[in-house]
């Protein structure tokens, strides 16, 4: 789901290439080429559409949104079993949480006629706490200056970055059916505040009140399933030369009803 607690800050090798990305990425929403995005997993609506009237990028900032307004005790990242993954579920869209790099198995029932959002591995960044750390990317493994960005620029050039591993593996497995071609399921987000919340509160209060931020990842929106079982399973395997190793297996059996 999430490398957000994953920050390795005292990293400095990087791959050349993976610094090329991200000034590819850097300023608007990392999009794949029109060539790459084209529809191969039917279940999936296409990166490029505005499923329910918002971009992936909108719809992730949607889901942060979602997931730091509930407490540690409950939430739905730190969930084992799928007891608290119908939490302020509102609207068209039902949101699945991933882990913060655990092997998870979760049961849940939803009702008929909800697309599914969710994360296979993304990020969050926020200012002003990580601003220091972006400036001193950007200056000294960029070898660029942090004075011709504005803030939020630097915020995502960090989040872009963040998700620009080495090696990358990726599966998403829906009712026995592999999916494919995930990448081009990348994007960051708008710049979208996230309120101080008792989620950050309970994990040790790492961000200040009304934070400015910026989402960068691999995320997937499902058109509806049908009524009955489906079962969903994505992993995730990643290392990075700057950021370290990072592995995640999540699996949600749900019944549609």
């Given amino acids: 789901m999430s490398l957000v607690f ?39 609506i296409p990166f490029n559409a505005h499923p329910y009237g918002m971009t992936y990028g909108e719809w992730s900032a949607a889901w942060w949104s979602w997931v730091v307004g509930i407490p540690a005790a409950t939430n739905p990242i730190l969930d084992v079993t799928g007891e608290f993954g119908d939490i302020d579920q509102q609207g068209p869209v039902f949101f699945l949480a991933g882990s913060f790099g ?73 009712d026995g059916v592999e999916h494919s071609d995930l ?40 058109a509806p399933l049908s009524a009955g079982v489906h079962t969903i399973h994505f992993t995730v395997d990643a290392n990075d030369a700057f950021f370290g190793p990072f592995a995640l297996d999540v699996t949600y059996n749900l019944t549609v009803e």
Wanted: cysteine-free.
């Fill in 183 to 222: 990448e081009q399921y990348y994007t960051d987000s708008p710049a979208f505040v996230v309120p101080d919340t008792a989620f950050f509160d309970d994990l040790g209060g790492i961000m200040d009140e009304d934070n400015l931020s910026v989402s960068a990842g691999r995320w997937i929106m499902l």
């Fill in 6 to 44: 994953a920050k390795n800050r005292n990293r400095l090798s990087h791959n050349a290439a993976s610094v090329l990305v991200v000034l590819a990425l850097a300023f608007g929403s990392a999009v794949a080429p029109a060539a790459a995005r084209r529809n191969v997993n039917p279940r999936v």
């Fill in 102 to 174: 655990a092997t998870v198995e979760r049961t849940l029932t939803i009702r008929p006629g909800k697309g599914l959002f969710f994360p296979i591995v993304n990020s969050l960044w926020w200012l002003p706490d990580d601003l220091p750390f972006a400036e001193f990317f950007v200056e000294v493994v960029l070898g660029l200056d942090p004075d011709d960005f504005t803030d939020i620029e630097l915020i995502r050039l960090v989040a872009n970055e963040h998700q620009g591993f080495d090696e990358l593996e990726m599966t998403l497995t829906i």
